[in-house]
């Protein structure tokens, strides 16, 4: 089911001019100053007139929503293949098991022993 996203959830269009203009002005300040002149008048916008942001606002959350679509499961897959995988190949070549899955033939039971000192039973829950 695709991500539907309703204006409650949208930024106003005050913080939209506000933030994106404060950290383009930012990025103007510290590295490229061609692009500081848009933040001032997105801030600008946001602090006169916020109104006149809507459109940009929801075009911005648009291209962030399809932005997300494209770079969730694509960061999904290197943290999997770059973390996880080779991570459980180096435990299967270490001989690991944490959760003890691998086939015992001389064991009586699977069953876990369980320490009874402990005073975590379920007696007297509440």
């Known amino acids: 089911m695709p991500y539907k996203c309703s204006m409650e959830q949208h930024p106003s269009d005050r913080s939209f001019g506000l933030t994106v203009g404060g950290v383009l002005v930012a990025a103007g300040i510290w590295r490229a100053p061609e692009i500081a002149l848009p933040g001032v008048v997105l801030v600008l916008l946001g602090l006169v007139r916020p109104a006149a942001l809507h459109t940009p606002n929801r075009l911005w959350m648009r291209m962030s ?4 679509r494209v770079t969730n499961p694509v960061m999904t897959a290197l943290l999997f293949f770059c973390i996880v995988t080779p991570l459980g190949f180096a435990m299967r070549l270490f001989g690991y098991d944490p959760l003890h ?3 015992d033939p001389a064991a009586e039971s699977y ?3 369980r320490d009874t000192s402990s005073t975590t039973d379920m007696r007297n829950q509440f």
């Open 65 to 68: 929503h399809a932005i997300g």
């Open 101 to 103: 899955l691998r086939f």
């Open 111 to 113: 069953w876990a022993p």
